[in-house]
């Protein structure tokens, strides 16, 4: 009986040698690459810290542009317009206004069948941010809905 028992643990310890040798492989080779191209980034930066001070990197000056000039994402979810929308006191009517879209983009905003696209998301977070104000003044001017007084009929 020890000699089946050991027979079948050399034979476990050879199949599991033979499984994980083909991983282990793979592996070995990534860590391989993966030391190149670290050995090919320090001799660069040694290239580019021989340069001094004067040089400047083309790819860091531009890459900083273009997050600057990026706005952030805006969260923007069927329930989050809604309760903006209805925060404002506003029909979707007078949202969709507001934003210049159409009133079923803003209901199917609503509901969840589609979503705003980055553009009218930057426009609903500026309406969001809006103080009582600047919202009163765009609503005069895109709704034409202002304090207008009532001058009484003369008798």
């Given at each position: 009986?020890?000699?089946?028992?050991?027979?079948?643990?050399?034979?476990?310890?050879?199949?599991?040698?033979?499984?994980?040798?083909?991983?282990?492989?793979?592996?070995?080779?990534?860590?391989?690459?993966?030391?190149?191209?670290?050995?090919?980034?320090?001799r660069r930066i040694k290239a580019l810290e021989k340069l001094g001070p004067s040089?400047?990197?083309?790819?860091?000056?531009?890459?900083?542009?273009?997050?600057?000039?990026?706005?952030?994402?805006?969260?923007?979810?069927?329930?989050?317009?809604?309760?903006?929308?209805?925060?404002?006191?506003?029909?979707?009517?007078?949202?969709?206004?507001?934003?210049?879209?159409?009133?079923?983009?803003?209901?199917?905003?609503?509901?969840?069948?589609?979503?705003?696209?980055?553009?009218?998301?930057?426009?609903?977070?500026?309406?969001?941010?809006?103080g009582k104000r600047e919202l009163k003044k765009l609503k005069d001017e895109r709704l034409g809905t202002g304090d207008v007084p009532v001058e009484a009929d003369?008798?």
């Open positions: 009986m020890a000699n089946i028992t050991q027979v079948l643990n050399e034979e476990i310890r050879r199949l599991a040698k033979k499984a994980t040798k083909s991983d282990f492989d793979n592996h070995r080779e990534q860590l391989v690459a993966l030391r190149r191209s670290v050995a090919e980034l320090e040089a400047v990197p083309v790819d860091a000056s531009s890459s900083d542009v273009e997050t600057e000039d990026r706005p952030k994402s805006v969260r923007v979810t069927a329930d989050r317009i809604l309760k903006w929308r209805t925060r404002l006191g506003l029909t979707q009517v007078q949202y969709a206004k507001l934003l210049g879209v159409s009133h079923l983009s803003v209901s199917h905003w609503e509901s969840g069948k589609t979503t705003p696209r980055e553009a009218q998301k930057r426009r609903i977070a500026e309406l969001r941010d809006m003369a008798e």
